[in-house]
């Protein structure tokens, strides 16, 4: 019974997960276009255009529909918005973070509890410092340290 309770566990965590990625992505897009609209338009309509939509699709997108987007449509919608999109990922366990060009080895680290699977970042105290292992400048990161 405990193996079927933990499986049942694992894949709401999945579910999770994947939505918190969806919304992040599609909250990320649609900050993007709103700002736009306010500074010199950005119709829903030029955004359907310039990826090759139905004129309705980012209406459906961006009005609480769940778009199970593929990878080549984010990048449409990317450049569409003249976008270079960031990825970075931070291991659950220890913290690090990673970045398509290599690990990032943070200076302090603030790693979540073991076995938790999501962090919620503090209010804002301070900015972590990171160097990239392969000598690129500092950057500063969105991790929070208490």
């Given amino acids: 019974m405990w193996t079927r309770i933990q499986k049942s566990r694992d894949k709401l965590l ?3 997960d994947r939505e918190m990625l969806r919304s992040a992505f599609v909250s990320l897009f649609w900050s993007i276009i709103t700002r736009k609209k306010h500074h010199g338009g950005f119709p829903l309509k ?3 255009d310039k990826i090759g ?3 309705s699709a980012p209406s459906r ?3 609480g529909g769940h778009p199970n987007w593929t990878v080549n449509t ?3 919608i990317a450049n569409a918005l003249d976008l270079d999109l960031e990825i970075r990922a931070r291991d659950r366990k ?3 973070i990673y970045t398509h060009y290599g690990l990032i080895e943070p200076t302090r680290t603030s790693a979540p509890p073991a076995g938790d699977r999501r962090t919620i ?3 804002s105290t301070s900015n972590v410092r990171a160097k990239h292992i392969a000598g690129k400048p500092d950057v500063t990161l969105g991790l929070e340290v208490a």
């Fill in 94 to 96: 220890t913290g690090e």
């Fill in 46 to 48: 030029t955004l359907a």
């Fill in 121 to 123: 970042m503090p209010p």
């Fill in 14 to 16: 999945i579910a999770y």
């Fill in 53 to 55: 939509v139905h004129k």
């Fill in 61 to 63: 997108w961006f009005s």
């Fill in 74 to 76: 984010i990048s449409d």
